[in-house]
Structure formats: C-alpha cells, structure tokens
C-alpha cells in the first residue's frame, strides 16, 4: 500500500493559543503530514472566508482547541452572524463530513485574566456542549500534554477513517495505472451494453404487465319491475343519489310511532265523555290502567316499531355492480363492503318479509265497553292528526329484530353475502375487461344523518396485493 501524507487543519483562537497551535503544528510536522490553519490567512474575516472553506474542504482532519476564549464575533448583517470564527469553522467542518478531533482546556488550568472569556461566556458554553455532543473529547492541561494527544488521537483516527490524503507522483506505476484503466473502460462497455439489453428486457416484461385488470364497484337502485309482487319496495328512487365521484346521498325521511303510542295512553276521568261517565267507575279505570304495560315494555315495542318503520319506508333496495376497467380479464374477483353502523345492509328479501311487530297486550278499553252496552259504535277511533317524529335516540340494535344471515348463490361461479353489516361478494368465473357483473339482493338502510365511509376491499387472482378505499356514505 503507498503512504500518504495528510492535510490536517488545525482550528483554535489565537492570540490565546499561539503556543498551544504551535506544539500541534510540530507534532503533525513530526507525523510527516501537513498542518494548515490561521497562520496562512492572517486575522479572520468575511472576506477571507472562501479561502478558508476551501481549505477545510481539501483537508482530510479537522483539530479543534478550545481554551477560555470564545473568539471574534461574526458582526451583524453577514451570513452566520452572532457566532465566532472559530465556531464557524467547527460548523462547515461538521457539514462536510471531516473527522472531527477536539481538544479542550481543562477548567482548572490558570488562565491569564486577559484570555478569559468575559463578553460571550454563554456562547462559548453552548459552544463547548455543541463539540461535546455525538463525538468523544479530550482535555490537556499544557500545550506539551496537547501535543502528545494530537499525535495520539490523530494516529487512531488515520488507522480508523481512510481520507483521500496524497501520494507523491513517482510513487505510482504509470504504465500499470493507465493499463488498468484501460481494462475498466472496456468492462464498462460491456456493462454498458449488458444494462441496455436487460432495459429492453425490462421494457417488454412492464409493457406485458401493463395488461392488468383495474376492479371498481359501484351501487345503484335497483329497477321496479324487479319484484312484480312487492312494487312499493323498488319505488325508491327520490331516496338515492349518485353523484359523480361516487358519493351516494341517502334521504332520511321522518317516521312516527306517536300513533301505536296512542293505544297505551293512561286513561283519566277527563277523557270520558260525560253521556257515559256514569256508567264507568273509578276501579274500572284504574283496573285498565293497572293492567298497561310497564314503561320498559312500551319503549321496547316503539323502537321495534320504529326500526320496523325505518326499514319498511325508509329502506332502499340496491345492486352492486363490479366492474373491470382494465386491460386483462379478472378472475377469482371478491368484494368486501364494510358498512359504517349508521347506514344498515340487509337482505331485500328479509325487509320485505319482516312482520309488524307484535303489540303488548292490555286490557279492554273501559269506554268502549261502555258504548258497547248502550249500543253505540263498537270501535273509537284514535286516529288524530299527529306531529312527525324522526330518528332513534341512539343507533338501534337492528340485528336483534332482522332475521338471519343472506346468502344468494346465484351460479356455482358467484355470490352474495350479507351479514354482520358486511357485504361478501365473489366472482370465480372471471370479469372480462371493460365488462362488469352485478349482484341483487342489497337493502340499506340509514340509521342517522351525517357523512359516514364504507370501507372497501377489492382482490382478485391477478393483484398482488388488496386495493382498499371507501364508500362516502352522506345522509340527509
């Protein structure tokens, strides 16, 4: 292996450590390497700044001696202003990446009172733990003890960190030198031509995989003439919206159990009307108001009844359609729609079969009873005009009242199912490209308004990995 010689640049305060830079000098002299610093651009400044960088930047270490000086300030108004010289060097040395090796005076050492720093002690303090951060320091108690560690730290840091240094020019076989770079040349043609073959290569293998399938889903409102014997559920159209970027608007319309809620009403000596008062005593409306159902009942059967309203007026059946944008044909496709608890999914055929929820029991109306005896109409009607209510108080526990699970196998290829709030629809026959496929069956239900997401899941044979999105959901 040649020798080199090594530029070390030796960066400190001056007039405070003209010793000190001295018997560093020497001993990087005695090491056979060159030590540059201060002594070659005279006072720092501005101006000489250049100089400086650019020496620093052909040097392969950077020595730094610290005393209790901070030194000369960059004055305001110029680049790095506030800091010394010295702490600007440090700083570019660090920038580029110079093997840094720093030295500082140990606090007790006796300095003479004019080298002490008494103007910017907090600068130099911050200074002092900016060298110290991220790298080992030393500490020297005389300018000979510096020396001796220089030459110490600089020989590890040589033998650790390889820099470019420089090799004397007869020292290099010249023959031998430009031989071998004539070897290189060749090898890098033919690594040349090697890499433009394996680009063509390339080139073709991502032309040929370019032919991919790009699976989208969208859902719309599935036509009337679907079901010919349940036509009032496929009139729903008024209550979706698609709008181009695929946002579906849902209509939240109002409902009211305040009707059902009527015939529970507690019965008083005011609401009977005085041609019969007479005839019903006070036991008798106690008696059927004792035997009302409880509060909890009540409230249990108006949200089922609730829900049941919901689903049967406010429900909208839909169809998925899966299409394929692409450029190939997607096989093994499969679709998972995770809807938000705030819009349900269920089966049309389960919400058209849903019964009316059945009503609490009670006792027979006192009134009626009455009438019935002096031959008046049987029946009284309570059916009164009522103000609209809408919405649950909290989100409704559907599941508890909806039947089981859907499952539509539509051929051995395909399906549907709906469950759990989650749509699972697969496709193993494939989608041709620029086709789609569609799937009946969906029934949504919003719950609440606002603006709510379905997430979903988009896989087939020919995608590596799952494309996910979402399905913006806003309720109105």
């Not at 007790?108 to 951060?133: G, M, Y």
Request: hydrophobic share 35%; glycine share 4%; net charge negative.
């Amino acid at each position: 292996m040649l020798d080199k010689k090594y530029q070390v640049f030796i960066s400190s305060t001056y007039t405070d450590l003209i010793e000190a830079r001295a018997k560093v000098r020497d001993a990087i002299l005695s090491m056979y390497h060159f030590p540059v610093g201060m002594e070659l651009f005279g006072a720092a400044n501005e101006d000489q700044w250049q100089i400086i960088s650019e020496t620093i930047d052909s040097s392969d270490y950077y020595v730094l001696i610290i005393g209790q000086r901070y030194g000369s300030v960059i004055p305001e108004g110029r680049a790095d202003a506030g800091i010394s010289y010295t702490e600007k060097e440090f700083r570019y040395a660090l920038e580029k990446g110079i093997p840094i090796l720093a030295f500082l005076l140990d606090d007790s050492v006796a300095v003479k009172p004019e080298f002490v720093e008494t103007v910017h002690r907090d600068e130099l303090t911050a200074f002092k733990n900016s060298v110290k951060t991220g790298r080992l320091v030393e500490w020297w108690r005389s300018p000979d003890e510096l020396a001796q560690k220089v030459t110490t730290a600089l020989y590890k840091q040589i033998t650790r960190t390889k820099r470019p240094g420089w090799i004397r020019g007869d020292s290099v076989d010249i023959e031998k030198s430009l031989s071998e770079i004539v070897e290189l040349s060749k090898q890098n043609r033919e690594l040349q031509e090697e890499n433009k073959k394996q680009a063509l290569e390339i080139e073709q293998l991502r032309k040929e995989s370019e032919r991919q399938p790009l699976l989208t889903l969208t859902i719309g409102c599935t036509r009337p003439d679907k079901d010919e014997k349940h036509p009032e559920f496929f009139n729903r159209e008024d209550l979706i919206t698609i709008e181009e970027d695929g946002a579906i608007h849902l209509k939240l319309k109002q409902i009211s159990t305040k009707t059902q809620q009527a015939e529970y009403y507690p019965l008083s000596r005011s609401d009977i009307p005085a041609e019969i008062s007479s005839r019903i005593s006070d036991d008798a409306i106690k008696a059927y108001n004792d035997a009302l159902p409880s509060k909890e009942i009540l409230e249990r059967y108006l949200n089922a009844y609730r829900i049941y309203l919901r689903i049967k007026e406010n429900g909208i059946p839909i169809t998925f359609f899966v299409n394929n944008l692409g450029t190939a044909k997607a096989t093994d496709v499969s679709v998972t729609i995770e809807f938000p608890d705030q819009v349900y999914i269920l089966n049309t055929d389960d919400a058209i079969a849903m019964d009316e929820p059945t009503a609490p029991e009670k006792g027979k109306d006192p009134i009626q009873k009455a009438y019935a005896k002096v031959q008046h109409e049987r029946a009284f009607a309570l059916d009164m005009p009522l103000s609209n209510i809408g919405g649950f108080g909290s989100l409704p526990d559907i599941s508890a009242i909806v039947a089981s699970p859907f499952r539509n196998e539509n051929t051995i290829y395909s399906s549907i199912e709906i469950e759990d709030n989650i749509v699972e629809i697969e496709q193993k026959q494939g989608i041709v490209h620029t086709k789609f496929d569609y799937f009946y069956g969906g029934y949504i239900v919003p719950l609440v308004s606002g603006e709510f997401e379905a997430k979903l899941t988009l896989m087939c044979a020919e995608y590596q990995d799952p494309e996910e999105t979402t399905i913006k959901f806003i309720v109105e």
